[in-house]
């Protein structure tokens, strides 16, 4: 099933939805789908999407992502993985004065696979990629694949990855202040899991801490 969306568009992710075309201003909630997903998602020349996905379930995701010039592009995913998830999610930058950013955060309490690919052909120019991924080990793992393919000469790329368990000394502190331990564990695992989102959308970030 293909899907447009234009100017002030919101929609959620069905399982029937393969193709999104994107031709203004528009957001996509993911919220916590129980089905593998296959997604191609178009920008047309001066289109911008913001896209809000929560998972917690075992699936593998494919996000293909293929941008015209002049469009914009932000991805903003929250993990909380207690089984096995893989989200293999690719940026074709096909024009010039393409932005594309996407922030990853979240908890690996299994296994989380995270696959995350660029292209940038020569001949373009004036274009962004920005890739910002935290994952937090609890009792878990995590791989991450970044790739950069990357031929411009006229472009930004910048990538930060880090997976990490929980800090001794950011724990020993919270609890310096008279919180007890399992409330500084959540606060801490908040943060990972909902501190994005809720700069985005308060209305999606109530309904996934719901």
Aim: hydrophobic share 35%.
């Amino acid at each position: 099933m293909n899907k447009i969306l234009m100017d002030g568009d919101k929609i959620f992710l069905s399982k029937k939805i393969t193709n999104i075309e994107v031709t203004g201003q528009a957001k996509l909630f993911i919220n916590n789908i129980d089905h593998d997903v296959d997604l191609t998602i178009t920008l047309k020349n001066g289109a911008y999407l913001e896209v809000l996905d929560y998972s917690r379930n075992g699936i593998v995701k494919n996000i293909r992502v293929i941008q015209d010039s002049n469009t914009t592009m932000e991805y903003v995913h929250s993990l909380d993985i207690d089984s096995e998830y893989t989200f293999n999610y690719i940026t074709e930058l096909n024009g010039d004065n393409n932005t594309n950013k996407i922030s990853i955060s979240g908890i690996s309490r299994g296994i989380i696979n995270l696959d995350v690919n660029a292209l940038v052909r020569g001949q373009y120019k004036n274009n962004v990629l920005e890739e910002n991924i935290k994952v937090l080990n609890i009792e878990g793992k995590c791989k991450i694949l970044p790739k950069l393919g990357i031929s411009s000469r006229d472009v930004i790329a910048n990538h930060n990855t880090a997976i990490s368990n929980i800090d001794d000394d950011t724990l020993f502190y919270l609890m310096s202040k008279g919180i007890t331990n399992d409330a500084a564990v959540k606060l801490i695992c908040d943060g990972y899991l909902y501190g994005s989102i809720r700069k985005y959308d308060e209305e999606f970030y109530n309904l996934i801490k719901e």
